[in-house]
T-cell receptor, first 112, second 114 residues
Framework: AQSVTQPDIHITVSEGASLELRCNYSYGATPYLFWYVQSPGQGLQLLLKYFSGDTLVQGIKGFEAEFKRSQSSFNLRKPSVHWSDAAEYFCAVTYNNNDMRFGAGTRLTVKP | KAGVTQTPRYLIKTRGQQVTLSCSPISGHRSVSWYQQTPGQGLQFLFEYFSETQRNKGNFPGRFSGRQFSNSRSEMNVSTLELGDSALYLC?????????????FGPGTRLTVL
């Protein structure tokens, strides 16, 4: 079955520390991959996306993600976390422009 | 460009009632998708409309329906509300004419069913 897995429900990091959020997908072929961020009570904001080409993609707010075909992974990283990064992060995949499948989300807490 | 707007932002209904939610996409976007977000089930795809036609549908009962108007605005209707329909309903728009459109999300409508 097609699925998106975010193994970490909740992560806590100290401000200034590095961050990596994991995402694995289970599909028959390489889908289009996205990371979204959601602040409490808000909609989703796109951080970055991978369609093809360079497997390391840069996004907004200093985030980057690396697509690894062999591991079916698309992990999100940030070298130095800011308190304003506290939010919920969703990995998503789609094969077309509809029926986007989301992971369960990872809630990020940033310690001062 | 204005972003995706959703109205109302908050709604309280009782079981058995019906509700209509509205979504105005980004100007020029012809595709509107709807999602339900709950703590238990996460984000789930409801359906997508493109040029006034439902193009894809998720696995929700027939109580959930939608439509799209000629100006691309979309409405979602839920009939015979159940407690489990309490959720954040998100709509997303995209140009809709390629296979990998980025979707732009609205702020959502928070529906509470009592």
């Amino acid at each position: 079955a097609q699925s998106v897995t975010q193994p970490d429900i909740h992560i806590t990091v100290s401000e200034g520390a590095s961050l990596e959020l994991r995402c694995n997908y289970s599909y028959g072929a390489t889908p289009y991959l996205f990371w979204y961020v959601q602040s409490p009570g808000q909609g989703l904001q796109l951080l970055l996306k991978y369609f093809s080409g360079d497997t390391l993609v840069q996004g907004i707010k200093g985030f980057e993600a690396e697509f690894k075909r062999s591991q079916s992974s698309f992990n999100l990283r940030k070298p130095s976390v800011h308190w304003s990064d506290a939010a919920e992060y969703f990995c998503a995949v789609t094969y077309n422009n509809n029926d986007m499948r989301f992971g369960a989300g990872t809630r990020l807490t940033v310690k001062p | 460009k204005a972003g995706v707007t959703q109205t109302p932002r908050y709604l309280i209904k009782t079981r058995g009632q019906q509700v209509t939610l509205s979504c105005s996409p980004i100007s020029g976007h012809r595709s509107v998708s709807w999602y339900q977000q709950t703590p238990g089930q996460g984000l789930q795809f409801l359906f997508e409309y493109f040029s006034e036609t439902q193009r894809n549908k998720g696995n929700f009962p027939g109580r959930f329906s939608g439509r799209q108007f000629s100006n691309s605005r979309s409405e979602m209707n839920v009939s015979t509300l159940e407690l489990g329909d309490s959720a954040l309903y998100l709509c997303a728009s995209s140009p809709g004419d390629r296979n990998y459109n980025e979707q732009f999300f609205g702020p959502g409508t928070r529906l509470t069913v009592l």
